[in-house]
């Protein structure tokens, strides 16, 4: 039985979900704002969150955790000089989901992700 089982599964076997889960961390924190399907903004969100709230307390621990999760080192020089400064003095809610629409495509239904 799936008791309490809050995952998404993103049609995906682990490795590559966890791969694209960090992959959409990394850009959402180069670029601050990604559009993507509306299943995946959703499930990329409480991530990012946790990387924020490690980056606003700059230690080894907390750097060494992110590094090994972000992909690219740009990604993690700015979680810590940048965006970690600037929530510093916010308990929570760092980012945003705006949904727009549909996509012409498939249908799927899309939205924006941003840092607030």
């Known amino acids: ?21 960090n992959n ?32 606003k307390v700059d230690n080894v621990t907390n750097r060494r955790m992110l590094v090994s999760k972000l992909t690219l080192k ?15 003095d916010r308990n929570g809610g760092y980012t945003r989901i705006i949904k727009l629409g549909v996509r012409q495509g498939d249908g799927a239904k899309m939205a924006q992700i941003e840092l607030v």
């Open 74 to 88: 740009k990604a993690n020089k700015k979680i810590f000089e940048v965006i970690g400064p600037r929530y510093k």
């Open 24 to 55: 959409l961390a990394t850009q959402l924190i180069i670029y601050e704002k990604i559009k993507t399907t509306e299943a995946k903004a959703k499930t990329v969100k409480p991530i990012v969150e946790k990387y924020i709230t490690r980056a």
């Open 1 to 21: 039985m799936r008791h309490r089982s809050k995952k998404k599964i993103l049609d995906r076997k682990k490795a590559p979900r966890t791969a694209l889960l």
